[in-house]
């Protein structure tokens, strides 16, 4: 065997390699395309089995043991939350849990009434944003008014 012939094999050889490891390599690609779909599927389930736990659907012990905890850590960020606001000088909303500027007689987020009691005595930053309906100053992202409850952006 002459040296072209082993020169020849050899280029065979590197070629069969890299043929391979690209193959390979696409199919790690397919395979991790794959199991992201699996991922976001289950956690579409997840929500989907949360939702209806939270409409009063009564599953197996395991199930509803783990969703025991949710309720426990749904708490506890309820509670860190107000904690947050309380320190911020801010209105937690009771509905959606946005946070809202002292005053607030509206939630600018879901427009639920605020309770005025539940308003800490500290200045809030100022802002531009002015209501249609009121005039009151509003945050640049609210979507209702704090002191009236009109609808700020129409989508």
Do not use: W
Not at 83 to 103: T, Y
């Amino acid at each position: 065997m002459g040296i072209f012939d082993k020169l020849s094999d050899l280029a065979n050889a590197a070629t069969e390699k890299t043929s391979g490891a690209i193959e390979i390599g696409k199919l790690n690609l397919r395979l991790g395309g794959e199991e992201k779909k699996i991922a976001e599927a289950t956690h579409k389930i997840g929500e989907c089995l949360l939702r209806s736990l939270d409409a009063g659907q009564e599953y197996d012990e395991a199930v509803m043991s783990l969703y025991e905890d949710i309720k426990v850590s749904r708490d506890a960020v309820l509670s860190i939350k107000e904690e947050i606001a309380a320190l911020s000088g801010l209105l937690l909303c009771p509905s959606c849990q946005k946070e809202n500027p002292k005053g607030s007689k509206f939630c600018q987020e879901c427009g639920t009434s605020i309770q005025e009691e539940t308003v800490v005595d500290v200045t809030p930053e100022a802002v531009e944003n002015r209501c249609p309906s009121c005039s009151a100053v509003v945050a640049p992202d609210a979507a209702f008014c704090t002191q009236c409850g009109t609808k700020i952006h129409e989508d």
